[in-house]
Structure formats: structure tokens, C-alpha cells
């Protein structure tokens, strides 16, 4: 049964095309974990999670995936922004949640945009701990992606981590990294240069890094993390 806001829900993969639906949502992102599109079905139930298709009147427009409680969304997916507040409004009446917790990569600007119009409190915290393997690579790819959305003040940062020099710049023409350091670069451990990279901690270190680069925007979906 829809909504007064014409929305309804129903079991994501009883749509017709919701494999390639999703996939193409995915793959249209800014940054996202491979997600094979046959074993779709399987990854968007992992972890207790249930998929839901979001339809205005019967076509496919979008897709939620919540806990087993339906009061957390792990994922909130719209071809169209303009569809989030009143596709939130009708979970909230299919739900029957008085709350609902939904979670966002900070770089998504018009997700967070709507959300902060009409949210009652936010919270920003580290997605999780990972494990670096090619610190350039990261610093290259996560710097242009916070550059590209959130934005970065221009400087340089140059550092040994976990034995590998790098010298990262943000100027007007965007982000280069190398992968060679100053000579009186900071020298990290692993432990210390993911702190750095990855969570809020890194405010409180003692690193002469410039205002704003870190952490990084690194942001794995629930489901990736099976």
C-alpha cells in the first residue's frame, strides 16, 4: 500500500531490474567497493541487513537497506535527491520506527544536504580501521575526493609511513602525491600514520599536516564489509 506521499516499499529483489538498478547506483558513486552483479541478492542481506526497493507508483526509484529492527538505514539510495525527505517520510510510517539512524559518507553533499534540513542531531565518527597497504595511493585517491566535495585548504604534508615517503601537495590545479619525502619529514609507524589518515584522533597529533586534510573521507557501506 503507498503512502499519501505515493511512496511504497516492497523486498528489493522482487523488482524487475533491481540487480542492474543497483548496481548502476554503485558504480555511479564517487568512491565504492566492486560489487558483483550476480551475487547482488546475497551482499545486500549480509550482516542482518533487509533490502528494500522504494517505489512511486510501482516504478523503481530508489532503495533502503535497514537493520533487522527497521530503525537504522545502512544505506539510503535516490536517482533523485528531490525523493529523499518524502521517501524518509514514508518509512517512517511503514516502519512504525519513532526514530531512525541513517548512515552517510561525509562526501555525499546532497544526500547530507537534505539529511541536515531535516534531521534532529548528527554525528560524525570514523567509519572504521582499516588496513593500509599503499599509503600514496590512498592519500592520492582520498585527498582528491575530499578536495572534489568538502573541500581542502591548499598546502603540503610530507611524511615516512610505515617506512614509505610521500610528500602530498593540494594547490589550485588539485592533489599530487609523490612518493619521496623532505628530509625533515615526520617519520609514522603504521599504528600513528593510520590514526593520521583515519580518525578523529588525528586533531590531537602532534604532525604538522595543514588544517582539514585529515581524516580522510574513507567510507565503506555496511554490506562491504562481509
Given amino acids: 500500500?503507498?503512502?499519501?506521499?505515493?511512496?511504497?516499499?516492497?523486498?528489493?529483489?522482487?523488482?524487475?531490474?533491481?540487480?542492474?538498478?543497483?548496481?548502476?547506483?554503485?558504480?555511479?558513486?564517487?568512491?565504492?567497493?566492486?560489487?558483483?552483479?550476480?551475487?547482488?541478492?546475497?551482499?545486500?542481506?549480509?550482516?542482518?541487513?533487509?533490502?528494500?526497493?522504494?517505489?512511486?507508483?510501482?516504478?523503481?526509484?530508489?532503495?533502503?537497506?535497514?537493520?533487522?529492527?527497521?530503525?537504522?538505514?545502512?544505506?539510503?539510495?535516490m536517482e533523485n535527491t528531490d525523493d529523499i525527505s518524502r521517501t524518509i517520510k514514508a518509512y517512517m510510517g511503514y516502519s512504525k520506527a519513532e526514530r531512525i539512524s541513517i548512515y552517510t559518507p561525509e562526501y555525499d553533499i546532497s544526500l547530507n544536504t537534505m539529511l541536515g534540513s531535516m534531521a534532529e542531531d548528527y554525528v560524525i565518527e570514523t567509519s572504521d580501521m582499516y588496513h593500509i597497504l599503499d599509503f600514496a595511493n590512498v592519500l592520492k585517491a582520498y585527498l582528491t575526493l575530499k578536495h572534489k566535495t568538502t573541500g581542502i585548504v591548499q598546502g603540503e604534508f610530507s611524511a615516512v609511513m610505515d617506512g614509505q615517503p610521500i610528500t602530498a601537495r593540494v594547490d589550485a590545479s588539485g592533489v599530487t602525491v609523490e612518493r619521496s619525502a623532505k628530509q625533515d619529514a615526520v617519520v609514522l609507524t603504521k599504528q600513528q600514520a593510520q590514526a593520521l589518515l583515519l580518525t578523529q584522533h588525528s586533531r590531537y597529533m602532534a604532525v604538522p599536516a595543514p588544517a582539514g586534510w585529515f581524516p580522510l573521507p574513507i567510507f565503506w557501506y555496511k554490506i562491504d564489509k562481509y
Avoid: W
Fill in 1 to 77: 500500500m503507498a503512502s499519501d506521499t505515493g511512496i511504497s516499499f516492497c523486498p528489493l529483489f522482487e523488482v524487475e531490474g533491481a540487480e542492474a538498478f543497483a548496481h548502476s547506483i554503485n558504480t555511479s558513486r564517487l568512491a565504492y567497493v566492486e560489487r558483483s552483479t550476480q551475487q547482488l541478492p546475497l551482499i545486500f542481506n549480509t550482516l542482518h541487513q533487509n533490502a528494500l526497493g522504494v517505489l512511486d507508483k510501482g516504478k523503481l526509484i530508489g532503495y533502503v537497506i535497514v537493520n533487522e529492527a527497521g530503525d537504522e538505514m545502512s544505506e539510503l539510495e
